[in-house]
């Protein structure tokens, strides 16, 4: 199937939302950061891939889409009487992330991972409502590699993903290390797909505090 680039994606960010994220109260720190972001701003060009695939057999914890075999009980049980996917990867894109690394001070590094943290959540939400708006869906659940616990849908495949999908590093810019990690590191990737019930990934997770949890712990 054909792969859809969105490769404009607005950034809705507030300076404000950023100053509250970081906690600043001094000054010249705020100063630092407004510059910082109006920057980050400038150069930001977040991007998502997606492909519309097809759930081709399911035989517990196996699942083949459009061909590619992946293999987790977690994705398993979620894609049972699913028959369309999206498989996409989205990122804060490599425009700002390369200038985020010219930074040495490491205090100004985090914030600037935080700002293209934000980015990026701009471009999961936009690639969300895109898919909902486009295709009719109202529920709209994402599962992901390497998210929950390690043994839930395993990191390694990515690749998997990465060839399903087709093109990444071509047309986004994101890449996999040896061990499997995205980057830029501010990218995800994943399966969309329509639901009756949403699934939140955090459900699986056992780490307890985590600022980013959307759902309360809840083992298979």
């Not at 906690?23 to 980050?40: H, S």
């Not at 057999?57 to 999206?86: Q, T, Y």
């Not at 934000?118 to 969300?128: E, V």
Request: glycine residues 6%; proline residues 4%; hydrophobic residues 40%.
């Amino acid at each position: 199937m054909e792969r859809f680039l969105l490769d404009t994606i607005p950034v809705s960010l507030s300076i404000d939302e950023i100053i509250k994220k970081l906690m600043l109260e001094d000054e010249d720190d705020i100063n630092l950061v407004t510059g910082l972001f109006a920057k980050a701003l400038e150069l930001a060009r977040p991007k998502a891939l997606y492909k519309v695939a097809y759930v081709d057999s399911i035989e517990d914890p196996d699942v083949l889409i459009d061909g590619v075999l992946f293999s987790s009980a977690v994705l398993a049980r979620n894609m049972e009487g699913v028959h369309r996917v999206f498989a996409y990867v989205c990122t804060c894109g490599s425009e700002v992330d390369e200038w985020s690394h010219t930074e040495t001070d490491f205090i100004v590094s985090y914030w600037l991972d935080i700002i293209k943290e934000r980015i990026h959540y701009c471009a999961g939400s936009y690639l969300r409502d895109y898919v909902k708006k486009k295709y009719g869906i109202k529920t709209l659940s994402a599962i992901n590699p390497g998210s929950g616990n390690v043994n839930n849908w395993p990191i390694t495949q990515q690749w998997e993903l990465f060839k399903l999908i087709g093109g990444v590093t071509e047309d986004i810019g994101v890449r996999l290390t040896d061990s499997s990690l995205m980057l830029p590191t501010k990218s995800t990737s994943g399966l969309l797909y329509g639901s009756e019930k949403e699934f939140i990934n955090c459900s699986l997770c056992e780490r307890e505090n985590c600022p980013n949890r959307r759902a309360e712990f809840s083992p298979v």
